[in-house]
């Protein structure tokens, strides 16, 4: 007959240690997390106020393609205007 196998016995210090080690590794991940979780509010916020200067720079540039459309038909017309008053 054979003997059954006795495992693998790990003294209760040795799995406390090795808690204590999983807990500091968890605080540390927490830690990060909390880091990273602050950092993009942070860019929220930056990405908002972003998006709000380029809305009044967009604002303020729409009446340069309707200038240059004026300017155009109003050359055009001095134009035909010449060519047809010889």
Known sequence: MTTPDPGVYI???QMYQELRSLSDGLTR???KLDGIGQGLTDLGKDVAD???RLRA???GRWPLPTIAALTGV???????LAL???
Not at 74 to 80: C, E, L, P, S, V
């Open 11 to 13: 003294p209760p210090a």
């Open 29 to 31: 991940v927490e830690t």
């Open 50 to 52: 972003h998006e709000t």
């Open 57 to 59: 720079l967009e604002r």
């Open 74 to 80: 109003a050359g055009a017309a001095t134009g035909a």
């Open 84 to 86: 047809f008053a010889r």
